[in-house]
């Protein structure tokens, strides 16, 4: 890995995808298609893309039961813990309705309101990601969404993995469908024959998932749209190179384009860091992949101070932010920006990936300036109550009709003053 001594702007290499010419409008063109054919569209797509000759859509319930069949009844139990984890650090935000009332008989409030629907995409490709079925459906099943719809790419012989099946099952998701990329997309937003539509789509995906997401925006809601995965990691000297090393690089294994950085005052750790980096990638199954992220977006910043390393992670916006110091709890009110902060060296990545509870879909990007992990509101409306006595509007009617008129708006006023006309 890089050392790069920190000068007085860092611009850290990332990866935006906004896609090419020709893909964009491939997904125009799948997604206007499967507004026009419906179900015909996705099969004939699915065949295309996926390989697979399907006679239905939709998961039969015997497919979910021999899922259960292939799987190692301690993983089914590892997943039961983890979903009990991250259920219960999600009821910790769900928010409750609330009212208020004044001695003029005025009630203001707040109804929260779960949404009807929500759909979950899960890629498919080479991976398959059961902890990031938990982490999307947990939060939209914590909120109270009743009908909760997945869809993710089958195998040539028609098959999704029996971990996906089963961490979907275990999770609460009321439908699945058999379905990727933007007509699964395109699915999920208008509906066909036999997908009913939601209201909201969430979940990862590849480029043609991302672009079919932005175009049907605003017809549904989206979550965000998530670009490689990336880790910083603030050490100082007291931190241990090979445990650096494996937390940057559980990170590069995930994609050529993640993003795995290290800020550090300590000289002697950023070279350490950089050779163990070296040596645990030769043995990695994904070595490829992680030495090609590592080669074109791996760096260790060298700064002259601890705080010179604060200022540099908050300029970053890390999606993922590993404090491995002294006192790492002591520093975290000095970060403003972070998508998911690990304290100290027993808070390696990898357990908030898939154990300890909080969300693992993050902001990324930098937009964790201005964002926040998935959580329980994403899948929640707010709705605002107003009630207000005779009394109240009495005593506020003229402020409120001089309000409108300021505004040019006389029906407005008038819609008030109409109350308290003398017959
Ligand atoms: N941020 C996270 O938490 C997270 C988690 C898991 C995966 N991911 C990301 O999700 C992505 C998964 O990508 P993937 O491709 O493996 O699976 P995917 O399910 O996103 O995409 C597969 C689908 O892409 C479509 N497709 C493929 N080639 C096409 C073409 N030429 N024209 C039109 N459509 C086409 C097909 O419909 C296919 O079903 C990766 O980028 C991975 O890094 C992110
Ligand atoms: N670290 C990824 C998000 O950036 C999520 C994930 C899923 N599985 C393993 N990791
Ligand atoms: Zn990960």
């Known amino acids: 890995m890089k050392i790069v001594p920190v000068t007085e702007t860092i611009s850290i290499k990332r990866s935006i995808d906004s896609g ?157 469908y058999k379905t990727g990329g933007a007509q699964a997309i395109a699915a999920l937003a208008y509906g066909t024959e036999s997908i009913r539509p939601v209201d909201k789509i969430v979940g990862p995906g590849n480029i043609y998932v991302a672009l079919a997401k932005r175009e049907v925006f605003g017809d549904v809601d989206i979550d965000m749209i998530a670009g490689p995965s990336e880790i910083a990691v603030l050490a100082d000297a007291t931190a241990k190179a090979n445990e650096v090393a494996a937390d940057l690089l559980s990170q590069a294994e995930h994609d050529m384009r993640a993003c795995s950085v290290l800020v550090t005052e300590s000289r002697e750790l950023a070279e350490e860091t950089s050779k163990e980096v070296q040596k645990q990638l030769e043995s990695l199954p994904r070595k490829e992949i992680a030495q090609k992220a590592i080669d074109d977006y791996g760096v260790i910043y060298l700064t002259q101070s601890l705080q010179e390393s604060i200022e540099v992670i908050n300029s970053i916006a890390p999606e993922h932010l590993e404090i491995m110091t002294e006192e790492p709890m002591e520093l975290l009110g000095q970060i403003r920006n972070a998508g998911a902060i690990f304290l100290g060296r027993y808070s390696s990545e990898p357990v908030g990936d898939y154990f300890a509870g909080p969300n693992h879909v993050l902001p990324t990007n930098g937009t964790a300036r201005f964002s926040s992990p998935l959580n329980v509101d994403d899948f929640m409306k707010k709705s605002s109550i107003i009630s207000y006595s005779r009394k109240a509007l009495e005593e506020n009617a003229e402020k409120i009709a001089a309000f409108a008129r300021l505004e040019g708006l006389e029906a407005h006023a008038r819609a008030v003053e109409e109350r308290f006309k003398k017959e």
């Open 20 to 176: 090419t010419e020709e893909q964009r409008a491939a997904v125009q063109s799948i997604l206007s298609d499967v507004r026009k054919n419906g179900d015909a569209a996705v099969l004939t797509y699915t065949k295309k893309f996926d390989g697979a000759d399907l006679d239905q859509l939709r998961v039969k319930e015997d497919e979910i039961a021999e899922a259960y069949e292939n799987m190692d009844g301690e993983i089914i139990s590892i997943i039961r813990e983890a979903i009990q984890n991250i259920r219960s650090f999600h009821e910790k935000q769900v928010r409750n309705s609330w009212m208020m009332t004044d001695e003029s008989g005025t009630i203001l409030g707040q109804k929260m309101t779960p949404l009807d629907s929500a759909g979950v995409y899960v890629p498919g490709g080479t991976a398959a990601y059961p902890s990031s079925v938990l982490m999307n459906v947990i939060p939209a099943k914590t909120a109270g969404v009743k009908r909760i719809v997945m869809a993710t790419p089958p195998n040539e012989n028609g098959k999704i993995p029996s971990a996906v099946l089963v961490a979907a099952n275990e999770a609460g998701v009321s439908e699945i």
